[in-house]
C-alpha cells in the first residue's frame, strides 16, 4: 500500500513539474510587402501562397494599402487574411492616396484586443508619421495571453526614430508577453535599436534583411520582452521572398516559458 502511494505521488509531482515548466512555441513570420504587393500586382494571392509554405502563427506585415488609389481601392489585409484563414487587424499610419497607408497582423486565433498608436518625430526631420499595431491574443494549449506587435519607422534620423521607439515601448506596455516586428530602418549600431530597444531581448541576429534582391542592410527586426519569459528556437532571414518584395522576409520560432 506504501509503495502505490509512493508511485501515485511520483506520477502527480511529475506531473505538476511538467505543468510548471510547460512551454508554448510560437512562429512568427515577417513582411515588408513593398507598397502593400506592388511587386505582385497588388495581388494577396502570392503573399498567401508564400505565407502558407511556413504555417506561422503571427504574420507581421508593413507598407499595407487600405484601398488606396495605388493599389486599386483593395483592401489588401483583408484580402490576404481571406486567402490564408487568418485573423486580421490593420492599423492606419497616415492618410494616403485616397485610403490609408500602415500595418498589419494576421493570427491564427481569434484577437481579443486591438490598438493602434501613432508615432511622431521632430517635425522638422520626420517625413511620415508612422504606427505600432499591436493585438492580445489567448494562446488555446495554455490559455496564456499574449501581445502580438508590428510597427515600422521612419526612415529619416536616427532621433526620429529614437523618439518613435520611446512612443512605441509606452504603448506596448508591460503586462503581457509581448512580441514585436517590423521594419525599423535602422541599423543594429543606432540609438533607436542600440539604446531604444536595449530592455528587449534580440530575436533575430544581425544578419542583413534589405535588400532582398543581394542583402546588405540590417533594417528589420524581432524583439521579445520580458526577456526571461523567451527562448529563441530558431531565427531564418529568409533569401526567396525576392519575387514579392525588396526585403527579406524574417522567420522566427520561439518558446514562451
Known sequence: MNELKYIVCSLLLLLACGTLTS???IRVLNINTRMSGQMAGYNAAPFADYIEQYNPDFV????????TARN????????????????????RAIAYSQGEYGVAIL??????KISNTQLTGNASEMKEMRTVLFIDVILPDTGEKVRMA????DHSTDG???SMVQQLNVAIGTSLPTLLAGDFNAFPSET??????????????????????????KIDYIFAKPTDKWNVKSYQVLSNSAAITDHCAMLAEVELQ
Open 160 to 162: 526620429v526614430r529614437q
Open 23 to 25: 512551454q508554448t512555441t
Open 192 to 217: 533607436a535599436i542600440s539604446t531604444g530597444m536595449a530592455s528587449w531581448k534580440r530575436v533575430c541576429n544581425n544578419f542583413a534583411t534589405f535588400p532582398a534582391s543581394n542583402p546588405a542592410s
Open 150 to 153: 508590428v510597427t515600422h519607422l
Open 107 to 112: 493570427s491564427k486565433y481569434p484577437i481579443e
Open 72 to 91: 486599386g481601392f483593395r483592401d489588401f489585409t483583408t484580402e490576404l487574411a481571406a486567402e490564408t484563414g487568418y485573423f486580421s487587424a490593420f492599423g
Open 60 to 67: 507581421m506585415l508593413q507598407e499595407i494599402d487600405y484601398k
